[in-house]
């Protein structure tokens, strides 16, 4: 089945810093890949998205990349801000109707920047 | 244009209580869902639903019941809560391969 692995957290940064958030995915087909982040006491708000291959999803300053040839989907921003504090999760869609394009998440990474 | 929303916000039951989750869109998505979420463990599927009338089981389905009468709403049952069931309740929608939509949640607690 489809499963989608991302690097445990916390990751402590300093403000203005570089993140990295590794994710990397296995499943059949062509997937789409998300990138949701949640903020303390809120659901889940979509980050970016990539929908085929070599497709860069960009939004807020992150960036990401849809990988195929290394099923990665990996997180960037060049210099994160205090208000950037949150949980990250990384997902795949089977994009099947049938089965409703359920996403599959990965266990998420927390991220504390500091001031 | 509220988006998705969830009620309660928190609730506290004694084991063997039931309630009932209510979820409400206005989006005019076919595709709702109910997920868990658990520390350490991402968003479980227990439940979703590919259009009014219909419903199907997801990753974790045992102890919970769905029912989708309405285009708009998507309820969860927990028929005998118990303590393992105390987690964090997120309903989603979307439309077709579209992003899905994310409620505030429902916190949940099973004495």
Redesign the interface.
């Known amino acids: 089945g489809n499963s989608v692995t991302q690097m445990e957290g916390p990751v402590t940064l300093s403000e203005e810093a570089f993140l990295t958030i590794n994710c990397t995915y296995t499943a059949t087909g062509y997937p789409s890949l998300f990138w949701y982040v949640q903020y303390p006491g809120e659901g889940l708000q979509l980050l970016l998205k990539a929908t085929k291959a070599d497709d860069k999803g960009s939004n807020k300053g992150f960036e990401a990349t849809y990988r195929k040839e290394t099923t990665s989907f990996h997180l960037e921003k060049g210099s994160v801000q205090v208000s950037d504090s949150a949980v990250y999760f990384c997902a795949l869609s089977d994009l099947s109707k049938a089965a409703g394009n359920k996403l599959t998440f990965g266990g998420g990474t927390r991220v504390l920047v500091k001031p | 244009n509220a988006g ?1 929303t969830q009620t309660p916000k928190f609730r506290v039951l004694k084991t063997g209580q039931s309630m009932t989750l209510l979820c409400a869109q206005d989006m005019n998505h076919e ?1 709702m ?1 109910w997920y868990r979420q658990d520390p ?6 227990i439940h ?3 259009g009014e009338g219909t419903t ?1 089981k ?1 990753e974790v389905p045992d102890g919970y019941n769905v029912s989708r009468l309405k285009k708009q709403n998507f309820l969860l049952g927990l028929e005998s809560a118990a303590p393992s069931q105390t987690s964090v309740y ?1 309903c ?1 929608s ?1 439309y ?2 579209n ?7 429902t916190r949940l607690t099973v004495l």
């Open positions: 998705v595709y869902y350490g463990m991402g968003l479980r599927l979703y639903s590919v199907a997801g997120f989603a979307s077709s391969h992003e899905q939509f994310f409620g505030p949640g």
